[in-house]
């Protein structure tokens, strides 16, 4: 069994080709993006996840439903209400079914275990922990939530800081720490490490398991470049160089092989074996082949 931890939209791509080839995986995803809109709580990465495995995703946009429409979203800014996010009619259906179970007494594992088995989606699909985590960002404009930065204001304010509020009451839970025990590899996909992976690994008990197993990480930085989002601004706030180096630095306490694009220059570094492949994923077959590769180095 494999375990993958997961962001929003690079590694959902690599877990849309990685089902393809492997039944035996199970994915552990960010949760502080998560935000409370018009009464339904929204879980970017998750759905993105589902969507992914579920085949139902946008792969225009890499979130969302494909050929879904907005007439509710339209309608309440007809009204007089923007909602902050573009949520489409189908997708809505998601938020308000996790909603509901939530407001049932079902935490948030259980809700997302009953959502991916209604997708028909085998692999477990786990949050990095049941309580509420924010990933805040302190910019020259102010501090504000990740989807206000990204979504309202399109990523522009310059980046002083990243916080993650409510990370000191966060625990990894039973079962995510029972499947990642008896894992023989995992996985990091090419997701932005500071606010997609970074979360999952600042709950407390991550680390301590990731540090007794082999773990793969893929570069989401080509060159100087984040492949999409704003990796490079989060990166360069908490003093990271943005290249492979300073993914690897930040996975430096347990990461054992890095895989960087087979375009990027050649690093040598005495903590961490690096290796290259094609890591651009443009269609289902290009995450096939990654997929095979990390497949590989896992062994």
């Not at 962001?7 to 552990?28: H, R």
């Not at 991916?116 to 990095?128: D, V």
């Not at 570069?219 to 690897?248: D, H, Q, T």
């Amino acid at each position: 069994m494999i375990a993958t931890l997961s962001g929003g939209t690079g590694t959902p791509k690599l877990l849309w080709g990685l089902k393809e080839i492997c039944d035996d995986f199970f994915v552990v995803v960010n949760t502080a993006e998560d935000v409370w809109v018009s009464g339904n709580k929204i879980c970017p990465d998750i759905d993105s996840v589902i969507y992914a495995l579920s085949e139902t995703i946008d792969t225009e946009k890499w979130w969302g439903v494909r050929n879904d429409s907005f007439i509710t979203y339209e309608r309440l800014k007809f009204l007089g209400f923007d909602e902050g996010m573009m949520i489409g009619d189908v997708d809505r259906a998601t938020h308000i079914l996790r909603s509901n179970l939530l407001r049932e007494g079902k935490n948030l594992l259980e809700a997302t275990r009953i959502l991916k088995s209604r997708f028909g989606i085998k692999q477990e699909i786990f949050p990095m922990c049941n309580e509420e985590v924010s990933t805040l960002i302190e910019t020259e404009s102010g501090t504000m939530h990740f989807q206000e930065f990204w979504v309202g204001r399109r990523g522009e304010p310059e980046v002083n800081n990243i916080i993650f509020k409510g990370i000191e009451n966060a625990k990894i839970p039973s079962e995510v720490k029972e499947f990642l025990e008896e894992c023989k590899a995992v996985i990091i996909g090419p997701s932005n490490p500071i606010t997609s992976i970074g979360p999952i690994i600042s709950v407390r008990g991550y680390k301590e398991i990731l540090k007794k197993k082999k773990v793969i990480a893929v570069s989401p930085i080509i060159g100087k470049n984040p492949v999409s989002g704003p990796a490079g601004k989060f990166m360069r706030a908490l003093g990271y160089e943005v290249s492979p180096v300073g993914v690897a630095k930040v996975y430096r306490d347990f990461i054992d092989v890095l895989v960087i694009d087979e375009k990027d220059s050649d690093y040598e570094l005495d903590f961490v074996e690096v290796v290259k492949a094609d890591t651009i994923m443009k269609k289902k077959e290009d995450a096939e082949n990654l997929s095979r590769f990390l497949l590989e180095l896992v062994g």
